[in-house]
């Protein structure tokens, strides 16, 4: 195994996608909304692929857009289904994104004629090839830092994620324990829940477009639910979640370069890994806690 | 108009070769609509997915162990008992999650599936070094292709489908009480761990099934849209089951028949889509709870308490003046109601000839309408007499408890409270002998118009 500059990059992408996803999934987890990535990451397609439609280009801040507002259409169909058709929940989340999933198929194949903008692309994405769209080149005392532009967005999105949650980190709190209370002390649960669901769209389309749906999708829930498990606290589970999420994705991508040569295998791919090592560390969490028997 | 003549020849099964395909399709959707059910009852709708997406590593495994020991790949029931083993394997997650964790249902179902999601997109990357091997014949999983069935996929996804149907119908009364009450199960000594492990794998078996023709993404749409659709026609589990039945294979009827028709379109995304519109429908008419349906008896209701308000008030401002009338403001003044409510609430009543014009803007009751008040008043009284004697509920209260209830109460009940409250209070009082004197004051027409 050689280790390059890459593989340093990929690591580093890694690590800001788990973060500024984590951050969020801890909200979601508490909130029991923990599908809500899986269905977003669905639901975006028809919105990137009118994007696509609109302006034939495949990165576009249009597209990005588009995805957003269909992530947050979403979210708003899944409460309107759920509070004024009686549908639960999970279900009505169900139906939306699937219904939204096969709209952007019908469009892709049917407009699009050949799928240049590939729905596989999408769902898998490529953070092996995020170091080499470089964004950006800075030169720190004679070594050349070619920062690629994953690894630009995701720091913006992180960053956007840290102000917002220590903005609200009071109101979020309490509207993840107990909205109803929430509501009674004048807080709007509503909005708040709105706010998060826009921060999530926005952070899970930045990231596929990135380095691929599967890793965001792991990387939202895994390490929340594994932090979970280890405190009863917010504060110190978000630091449980950051912890992990960082060692899924160095450990997830050393597995990647060392795992597959063990069976004949060059490599394989290191976002897949790291939601195989997240999903390792939570049965490590699950196991070290007291097992306790639900009834 | 040749393409609208091969759609209806496909619907309609004229077309031979596609008539098996057609066929198979609904019965795959008459086998998810039903077994939908009952993950929709019991809050798991969303299982389907999270069993969906665990079948892509058991699938890609069972590729590679067979491309390694020199098969073609292809060999759909080694494929098929791939997925069955990831998605079964899924399912036991889920399971050890909720019992073992404090974590809830919905972060059970998304760790299963993003792990094992991410174990199979790991397999995958696999699969596409190995050379010569495509892993092409993977990807139709993905997104599903009616089109590529050959005629043994065709036998194999009914038979499922079929098998699929027998067992839930066979298991369909332990299923009711694992959805309606498990902990009465329990404690009536049914093993209710192992039932949801049997619904589980009926879910992974038809999943798996499934995975060819609507695809891998797809498949837990089959699962929770005829289901959620089928509720807004009935609450009772027979019906359910038949109807979320009957939507699934009416979606999986045309979404296959267009699909045969539109080649390019992607088959799973048509069918889908064919269900979304059932749902949609449903939303809107159905029967039980659609959307127009409840708004329709919102205001038929809203129109009834507006009517029974009005000829209270009217007999309640006259009883010691009968055969008086009042007016429109004074009325007005009585309760909380609109200017548009009230106006429209005694033009329906003038109609139905329940009151009558004296002069402008004053009404007084007909005859046919001091009958029908009298039995408005006379049930409103009787409950405010049965909560001042039963429920303990100061006089000053009493009214606006009642007027919440009047509306809805029936014959049989009023005569059960007649029996009791008759005794309570002195009768032959004033014109109307049955009827009880009301218990706190009511403002007479006099002393509002005058002031």
């Known amino acids: 195994m050689t280790w390059l500059w890459l593989d340093t990059w990929i690591v580093v992408v890694g690590i800001l996608c788990a973060l500024s996803t984590g951050l969020l999934g801890n909200f979601l987890v508490l909130r029991r909304m923990s599908m809500m990535g899986d269905a977003i990451s669905h639901a975006v397609l028809p919105g990137l692929a009118i994007g696509y439609l609109l302006t034939g280009e495949r990165t576009s801040v249009w597209l990005f857009i588009g995805a957003v507002l269909t992530g947050l259409l979403t979210a708003f169909f899944t409460t309107w289904i759920n509070r004024n058709a009686k549908v639960e929940h999970g279900a009505s989340m169900g139906i939306v994104f699937t219904s939204l999933f096969a709209i952007g198929l019908i469009l892709m194949v049917g407009a699009a004629g050949n799928v240049e903008l590939d729905a596989s692309c999408v769902?898998?994405?490529?953070?092996?090839?995020?170091?080499?769209?470089?964004?950006?080149?800075?030169?720190?005392?004679?070594v050349v830092l070619e920062i690629p532009r994953a690894a630009l967005v995701l720091s913006v999105v992180l960053i956007i994620n840290l102000l917002v949650i220590l903005l609200f980190f009071k109101e979020w709190r309490l509207t993840s324990f107990d909205p109803d209370m929430a509501t009674a002390n004048g807080f709007s649960a509503g909005l708040m829940h709105y706010l998060l669901m826009a921060l999530t769209a926005v952070t899970t389309v930045a990231a596929f477009e990135a380095v691929g749906s599967i890793i965001v999708i792991a990387m939202l829930i895994v390490p929340p639910a594994a932090a979970h498990l280890l405190t009863d606290r917010l504060v110190p589970m978000l630091i449980w979640t950051a912890l992990i999420g960082i060692a899924s994705a160095l450990l997830g991508h050393l597995a990647a370069l060392t795992i597959p040569p063990l069976f004949g295998f060059e490599d394989a791919s290191s976002a897949g890994m790291m939601g195989v090592v997240a999903g390792c560390l939570f049965t490590l969490a699950a196991l070290s806690t007291p097992l306790r028997r639900r009834t | 108009m040749e393409s609208s003549e091969a759609i209806w020849r496909t619907v309609l099964l004229l077309d031979y070769n596609t008539r098996l395909v057609v066929l198979a399709t609904a019965l795959l959707g008459l086998a998810s609509g039903l077994i939908g059910t009952f993950l929709l009852l019991r809050?798991?709708?969303?299982?389907?997915?999270?069993?969906?997406?665990?079948?892509?590593?058991?699938?890609?495994?069972?590729?590679?162990l067979?491309?390694?020991?020199?098969?073609?790949?292809?060999?759909?029931?080694?494929?098929?008992?791939?997925?069955?083993?990831?998605?079964?394997l899924g399912a036991l997650g889920v399971l050890w999650i909720r019992k073992y964790t404090r974590l809830k249902d919905d972060a059970a179902m998304g760790i299963v599936l993003s792990v094992f999601f991410s174990a199979g997109v790991v397999l995958l990357s696999m699969i596409q070094k190995i050379p010569g091997a495509s892993a092409a014949g993977l990807e139709s999983f993905l997104y599903g292709s009616v089109a590529s069935?050959?005629?043994?996929?065709?036998?194999?996804?009914?038979?499922?489908?079929?098998?699929?149907?027998?067992?839930?119908?066979?298991?369909?009364?332990?299923?009711?009480?694992?959805?309606?009450?498990?902990?009465?199960?329990?404690?009536?000594?049914?093993?209710?761990?192992?039932?949801?492990?049997?619904l589980l794998g009926i879910v992974t078996l038809i999943t798996v099934a499934g995975l060819q023709a609507v695809g891998l993404i797809l498949m837990i749409a089959f699962l929770i849209i005829p289901a959620?659709?089928?509720?807004?026609?009935?609450?009772?589990?027979?019906?359910?089951?038949?109807?979320?039945?009957?939507?699934?294979?009416?979606?999986g009827w045309l979404g296959a028949g267009l699909s045969a028709v539109l080649p390019k379109a992607p088959a799973g995304a048509v069918i889908i889509l064919c269900a979304t519109a059932c749902f949609i429908l449903s939303l809107l008419v159905g029967r039980q709870s659609g959307l127009i349906w409840r708004?329709?008896?919102?205001?038929?209701?809203?129109?009834?308490?507006?009517?029974?308000?009005?000829?209270?008030?009217?007999?309640?401002?006259?009883?010691?003046?009968?055969?008086?009338?009042?007016?429109?403001?004074?009325?007005?003044?009585?309760?909380?109601?609109?200017?548009r409510e009230l106006c429209r609430g005694i033009?329906?009543?003038?109609?139905?000839?329940?009151?009558?014009?004296?002069?402008?803007?004053?009404?007084?009751?007909?005859?046919?309408?001091?009958?029908?008040?009298?039995r408005l008043t006379?049930?409103?009284?009787?409950?405010?007499?049965?909560?001042?004697?039963?429920?303990?509920?100061?006089?000053?209260?009493?009214?606006?408890?009642?007027?919440?209830?009047?509306?809805?109460?029936d014959p049989g009940l009023v005569r059960r409270l007649e029996a009791r409250i008759g005794k309570l209070y002195p009768k032959g009082h004033g014109m109307t002998p049955d009827l009880p004197p009301s218990p706190h004051q009511i403002a007479q027409s006099s002393e509002r118009s005058s002031s």
């Open chain 2, 228 to 251: 959620a659709a089928a509720r807004f026609w009935t609450d009772r589990l027979d019906l359910l089951l038949l109807i979320s039945a009957l939507l699934g294979a009416v979606s």
């Open chain 2, 295 to 339: 708004v329709y008896r919102q205001t038929q209701l809203k129109r009834q308490t507006t009517h029974q308000h009005l000829l209270r008030a009217i007999f309640e401002m006259t009883e010691s003046r009968p055969e008086s009338a009042v007016t429109q403001g004074a009325l007005a003044a009585r309760r909380s109601w609109t200017r």
């Open chain 1, 123 to 142: 769902l898998f994405g490529a953070i092996e090839l995020t170091p080499l769209d470089v964004a950006w080149q800075v030169s720190l005392g004679g």
């Open chain 2, 66 to 88: 067979f491309v390694t020991f020199g098969g073609s790949g292809k060999s759909l029931p080694v494929l098929l008992l791939g997925a069955l083993a990831g998605g079964g």
């Open chain 2, 378 to 409: 006379r049930n409103h009284r009787l409950w405010e007499h049965y909560l001042l004697e039963y429920a303990d509920i100061a006089p000053a209260h009493v009214d606006h408890n009642a007027d919440t209830i009047e509306h809805v109460l």
């Open chain 2, 149 to 198: 069935m050959v005629l043994t996929d065709l036998y194999v996804l009914m038979g499922a489908a079929i098998f699929a149907t027998a067992l839930a119908l066979l298991c369909h009364k332990e299923f009711r009480l694992l959805c309606f009450d498990e902990h009465f199960a329990l404690s009536q000594g049914w093993p209710v761990r192992r039932l949801d492990a049997a």
């Open chain 2, 43 to 64: 809050k798991r709708s969303l299982m389907g997915d999270t069993l969906a997406h665990a079948t892509l590593p058991g699938l890609s495994l069972a590729f590679l």
């Open chain 2, 347 to 374: 033009r329906r009543a003038c109609k139905r000839g329940f009151i009558e014009a004296t002069a402008s803007e004053e009404w007084k009751l007909t005859p046919l309408g001091i009958v029908e008040a009298i």
